[in-house]
């Protein structure tokens, strides 16, 4: 299972991320679990370190998507981020804070399984990476 996470101020934009992650499971046969937060602010205040991709909207009103990824990268620096934007122009803050990748609005559905597929495939190199070995006293 996947935990996804949308932090997006606008409603609509939310419902729209939100049934393209349960199309793009249906088509993939991944399952995801799935939260949402309407600001950043309360989003970071709740953040749960079990999250695996996070969607987030550069441009809140509260706490803008760049300034709340870099408070994020401070308690969680292997979380996928992924930028959700109008303007094309905030995508290069996106390296600045480690993320994956960013979508442009109005968001089309090739456009955003093409990087949620490049976020899944991010997490199974991640998982590919570790190998528990039992030893005396513990793995």
């Given at each position: ?132 070995v039992s030893i005396a006293?513990?793995?």
């Open positions: 299972m996947i935990r996804a996470v949308i932090v997006e101020d606008d409603g609509e934009a939310a419902d729209l991320l939100e049934g393209y992650i349960k199309r793009y499971a249906a088509e993939s046969g991944i399952v995801f679990m799935i939260d949402r937060f309407d600001n950043a602010i309360t989003f970071l205040e709740n953040y749960d370190v079990g999250y695996d991709i996070v969607f987030m909207d550069i441009e809140m009103e509260d706490l803008d998507g760049v300034s709340a990824a870099r408070l994020l990268r401070k308690r969680d620096r292997s979380v996928t981020l992924i930028f959700v934007t109008n303007m094309a122009q905030f995508a290069i803050k996106g390296y600045e804070v480690d993320a994956l990748d960013f979508i442009v609005k109005p968001v089309k559905y090739y456009d955003f399984a093409f990087r949620l597929k490049k976020a899944v495939s991010r997490l199974n190199e991640k998982e590919e990476q570790y190998l528990p006293g513990g793995v």
